[in-house]
């Protein structure tokens, strides 16, 4: 499957009731959550990237105060063997990377809608760029091929929506059926 057609097939499964969706999120509720949870994945992201550029690139990590080790989870220090597993890390790098890079397009986003900057769609399209080199890295550590993985998800996708995106469907899912898709079974 090639990447157009792939981006092509996959809006085909956004939800595009764009009034409906402007609504809710203007209500003065769920605009407040927007923006606090915003910063949340922002600050998450920014730890996260700390994180994988210490594991990963070697950068020096001076740990902040709320680094602090939760106690309940000293149990897992010493506890080497499942880390120990290339698949496992590629898989981490791919996840750190990802999560990263989508705290950088939240952080852009929350700019613009605290009205610190304008709209940054150049900004935005790096984010997605960079995102989109984690993408063949975690599905090469599943020894896939990124064609394979994006047809599957399209498969489940139309399993979910079959003609378009539709909230009951979003609602009503056979996620039995989705399972069996992403496990290699009959298709759509």
């Known amino acids: ?15 595009q009731d764009y009034p409906a969706i402007i609504n809710r999120a203007t209500d003065a509720g769920v605009l407040l959550k927007l923006c606090v949870d915003l910063k949340q994945g922002i600050d998450m992201g920014r730890k996260l990237d700390r ?37 496992f890390i590629r898989l981490l790098h791919a996840a750190l990377g990802l999560a990263t890079e989508a705290g950088e397009l939240m952080e852009m986003l929350s700019d613009y809608l605290e009205g610190h900057k304008p709209l940054d769609v150049v900004n935005a399209k790096e984010e997605l760029g960079d995102a989109q080199w984690y993408v063949p890295l975690g599905v090469d550590a599943c020894d896939a091929e990124l064609e394979d993985v994006m047809q599957t998800n399209i498969d489940k996708l139309r399993a979910r929506y079959p003609d378009k995106f539709t909230e009951h469907d979003a609602q009503n899912r056979n996620l039995d059926k989705e399972r069996e898709i992403l496990e290699g079974g009959k298709k759509c």
């Open 1 to 15: 499957m090639r990447p157009n057609e792939y981006q092509e097939l996959a809006g085909l499964t956004e939800n």
């Open 51 to 87: 994180l994988k550029k210490l594991v990963f690139y070697g950068k020096d990590f001076r740990p902040l105060a709320e680094d602090a080790v939760d106690r309940r989870k000293m149990d897992i220090i010493g506890e080497t063997e499942r880390v120990n597993n290339v698949q």
